[in-house]
């Protein structure tokens, strides 16, 4: 059997399936464009021979990036009852969606890192704006995927403490959970992934073009501090770094995961984070600056923020 040494279930567990059921979906009700990043990332070699990046990225209409990574890290071949069989060391997805500015959807997010201990996944509609404050949006969107949530409650339980700034970016429905890497809860998976993009896909195809000039620019701005957030913070860059140098991981991360970072905008970092500015101006190199917090899930069924600060 493969797992000897209780690694991460073999190829059966591949989020690639992930990604094919998601790009075959996106097809059918729509068509895809490669993207001009794709063609500096699709073939791009980590530092060691069993490491397998592989990096897709479209657009398509009402779509401004549509984008993959899958990381897959396998231990060295075993012969094991004659049969070759390969133990996954570590799996990663890291699957967005973004709109163009003309739309106030949300951004499709998954992400999912696995190693044989565990699975740290987060799976949502990201909200464009906070929608703690923006109870307009969360009505929008999120009032009618209240059920989607309460479907994986149970199955897919609140991953415990997390870092506190990224609340702001998640919506009621997010899905924030730690799991065991069975096979079992590869599936569960799976069908949440499935679910959740089948719903980014839905209000996709019914959004309206907004045409005021002061919406689209607010659009555009929302996505630019998203992704400035991101570009910046996001927990998985210092294991690109690792596995593909520095350089080419802040290429990766600046013109590929959260290309627009860039372009949308021209605000900084500190700009939209101003408790990160340092006193030479330079950004605070902390992921958090108020540490984690939100033991359990903040949000009450009804989608009501329910989390406060002071319970850390
Ligand atoms: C850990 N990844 C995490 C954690 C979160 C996320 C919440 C737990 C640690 C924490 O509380 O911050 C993911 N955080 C997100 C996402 C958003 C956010 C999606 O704010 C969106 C707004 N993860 C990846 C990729 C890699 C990766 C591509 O998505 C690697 C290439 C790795 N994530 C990774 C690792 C950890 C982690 C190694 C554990 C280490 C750590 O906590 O620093």
């Known amino acids: 059997m493969s797992g000897g040494g209780g690694g991460v279930p073999g190829a059966g567990c591949s989020y ?34 069993n490491t397998v990046f592989s990096a897709l990225s479209f657009t398509a209409p009402k779509i401004r990036l549509l984008r993959s990574l899958t990381i897959e890290q396998k231990n060295s071949v075993q012969a094991d009852l004659l049969v070759l069989m390969v133990d996954m060391m570590m799996q990663v997805l890291d699957f967005a969606a973004f709109s163009e500015p003309e739309y106030d959807l949300p951004i499709f997010c998954a992400n999912a890192f696995t190693s044989p201990a565990r699975s740290i996944v987060v799976l949502d509609l990201n909200p464009l704006y906070d929608t703690t404050t923006n109870k307009d949006y969360r009505e929008k969107y999120y009032r009618n995927l209240m059920p989607l949530a309460h479907k994986y409650t149970e199955l897919l339980p609140w991953g415990g403490k997390i870092t506190s700034e990224s609340l702001k970016f998640f919506s009621p429905i997010v899905i924030w959970t730690i799991l065991e890497p069975t096979e079992t809860n590869h599936g569960i998976l799976y069908s949440a992934f499935t679910d959740y993009y089948k719903a980014w896909l839905e209000l996709m195809d019914v959004a309206s073009r907004e045409t005021g000039r002061e919406a689209i620019d607010r659009n555009r701005e929302a996505q630019h501090k998203y992704l400035t957030w991101r570009a910046e913070k996001d927990p998985g860059y210092p294991l690109l770094k690792k596995l593909i140098g520095e350089s080419l991981a802040k290429d990766l991360v600046t013109e590929f995961l959260f290309e627009g970072v860039n372009s949308l905008g021209t605000k900084s970092f500190v700009d939209y984070f101003p408790e990160y500015a340092r006193d030479d101006g330079t950004v605070n190199k902390k992921r958090s600056m108020m540490g984690k917090s939100f033991e359990t899930r903040p949000w009450d069924a009804h989608g009501e923020f329910v989390g406060y600060a002071d319970e850390r």
């Open 16 to 49: 690639q399936k992930f990604v094919h059921f998601a790009l075959e979906q996106t097809r059918l009700r729509t068509s895809l464009t490669p993207h001009p990043s794709q063609g500096k990332f699709k073939s791009i070699r980590a530092n060691e021979d």
